[in-house]
């Protein structure tokens, strides 16, 4: 999809609060009402206000809605606005509109609108430079994530990683399970052992000349999982392909940041593992040591993403020195889901300025972050008889914070790491927004946009 300043097939127009209606059509001009008149070529999309999240919504749906038509190119007017977040957003949408996931399927989706026409003097030549690197990393992430377990084991997504590394000039080391054997990374390699396509630790890089700081990005790379030994109901391991959403999104924030040139020194640390059945599966009753010594009673093995977690954070804190933060994402638990919704990642840590940064610029990009806050009663119930921490809680509430406090205890410096619980909005199984069916690329752009600053 190229980006013009000629005349369009079809004209676009967003509506704000119902400032033009057609009642003849029955269109009020609403929040999400779309419009098309095929016979007077133009299409209308209604909004409630000017943010992110619609005018990403508004263009996303001007791209669906002329699908089953062969208008070849749209013709719009940017925001009047100079506020750069809204304008990289806009114009995001159209790229994001256009994406669906036929990979498996004979009969492939239908492309028509090839040009977007931007009717306006003004020139957006490096909005819509950065907006395309965005928008494209984040269908790239949709695109590991839909893919399925079969084909996306762990080799193959190191494999990515490192084609990602040649084509980005970022440096790449990937580390195989007699790595972690040997090396005491015991947490993550037990996870993976059962499996026949065994686990990989990536670590990416990217190194500009004159950093302004430096941020490690640490992933959940679960390329399946059934649960382990404390099987998964059928219906429960149903998407579960997705569990690998932590490490896409880092994949993808690594190889975005690089291509808009951002003065941040980026590392991205993927845990990439399955978590499978067999004889040599790890168990419940097993105690297991992670690599900065502490011992691990596990209770259930389908609290994994944690243990890979564990000594992935450790990793990075042995082989990174003086980075100024460190987040982890992570589906990493069905609680947060329960807690904020579908369409809501949350965010744990014990920095509170760091944090509201985050969310301010959540609101930036239109994603939805909520704010969980720890307390002093959580950390008792993570205690365990036999072991240093156990992998689950006592209680069955509190499970997202529960699982973040997990996480904090393989933190030295505590004040920099904050955890992203991206369960719920990382794949839904319908449209939502500006998000299609499936992966959605969850947290990238707010990324993005935070280290941007």
């Known amino acids: 999809?190229?980006?013009?300043?000629?005349?369009?097939?079809?004209?676009?127009?967003?509506?704000?609060?119902?400032?033009?209606?057609?009642?003849?059509?029955?269109?009020?001009?609403?929040?999400?009402?779309?419009?098309?008149?095929?016979?007077?070529?133009?299409?209308?999309?209604?909004?409630?206000e000017i943010n992110a999240e619609n005018l990403k919504t508004a263009t996303v749906k001007i791209i669906k809605s002329l699908k089953n038509y062969k208008f070849e190119s749209v013709e719009i007017t940017p925001p009047n606005t100079k506020n750069e977040d809204l304008l990289v957003a806009f114009f995001e949408g159209f790229i994001l509109g256009d994406y669906e996931f036929d990979k498996y399927k004979t009969i492939k989706a239908k492309h028509p609108v090839k040009e977007i026409c931007i009717n306006s003097k003004r020139e957006f030549d490096e909005i819509i430079k950065e907006a395309k690197i965005r928008a494209e990393s984040i269908n790239f992430?949709?695109?590991?994530?839909?893919?399925?377990?079969d084909e996306i084991t762990p080799a193959?997504?190191?494999?990515?990683?490192?084609?990602?590394?040649q084509k980005n000039s970022l440096e790449c080391k990937i580390y195989d399970e007699n790595y972690l054997y040997e090396n005491g990374y015991n947490a993550f390699?037990?996870?993976?052992?059962?499996?026949?396509?065994?686990?990989?630790?990536?670590?990416?890089?990217?190194?500009?000349?004159?950093?302004?700081?430096?941020?490690?990005?640490?992933?959940?790379?679960?390329?399946?999982?059934?649960?382990?030994l404390s099987l998964k109901p059928a219906d429960y391991m149903v998407t579960m392909k997705s569990d690998k959403s932590g490490a896409a999104t880092v994949l993808g924030i690594i190889k975005a940041a690089s291509e808009i040139g951002l003065d941040v020194e980026i590392h991205a640390i993927l845990g990439a593992a399955e978590n499978m059945i067999g004889g040599n599966a790890y168990k419940p009753d097993d105690v297991?040591?992670?690599?900065?010594?502490?011992?691990?009673?596990?209770?259930?093995?389908?609290?994994?993403?944690?243990?890979?977690?564990?000594?992935?954070?450790?990793?990075a804190q042995e082989n990174i020195k003086d980075f100024d933060e460190i987040f982890d994402f992570a589906t990493l638990t069905g609680a947060c889901v329960v807690g904020v919704g579908e369409y809501t990642a949350g965010i744990m840590g014990f920095n509170k300025e760091e944090i509201n940064e985050i969310l301010k610029t959540s609101e930036k990009t239109g994603e939805n972050f909520a704010y969980l806050p720890f307390n002093k009663y959580l950390k008792p119930l993570l205690k365990s008889n036999i072991a240093d921490i156990c992998n689950i809680a006592s209680s069955r509430y509190g499970g997202?914070?529960?699982a973040?406090?997990?996480l904090?205890?393989?933190?030295?410096?505590?004040?920099?790491?904050?955890?992203?619980?991206?369960?719920?909005?990382?794949?839904?199984?319908?449209?939502?927004?500006?998000?299609p069916f499936g992966a959605s690329g969850f947290g990238v752009d707010t990324v993005l946009t935070y280290m941007k600053g």
């Open 1 to 48: 999809m190229k980006f013009t300043k000629n005349k369009g097939s079809v004209k676009a127009e967003i509506i704000i609060n119902g400032a033009k209606k057609f009642e003849e059509y029955g269109f009020e001009g609403k929040d999400g009402e779309v419009l098309v008149l095929v016979e007077k070529k133009r299409v209308f999309v209604g909004i409630e």
């Open 141 to 149: 992430v949709r695109d590991i994530i839909n893919s399925m377990p």
């Open 156 to 165: 193959k997504l190191a494999a990515i990683a490192e084609e990602i590394s």
């Open 189 to 228: 390699y037990s996870v993976g052992k059962a499996s026949s396509n065994p686990p990989r630790l990536v670590h990416l890089a990217y190194k500009p000349k004159n950093p302004e700081r430096k941020i490690v990005l640490v992933g959940k790379g679960l390329c399946y999982d059934s649960g382990g």
């Open 288 to 315: 297991l040591k992670a690599k900065n010594g502490k011992t691990i009673e596990v209770r259930n093995t389908d609290a994994e993403g944690r243990l890979v977690l564990a000594d992935c954070l450790c990793y």
């Open 400 to 402: 997202a914070l529960t």
């Open 404 to 406: 973040g406090l997990f």
């Open 408 to 435: 904090s205890e393989f933190v030295e410096e505590k004040e920099k790491w904050a955890h992203f619980d991206i369960a719920g909005p990382a794949y839904v199984e319908k449209e939502w927004g500006y998000n």
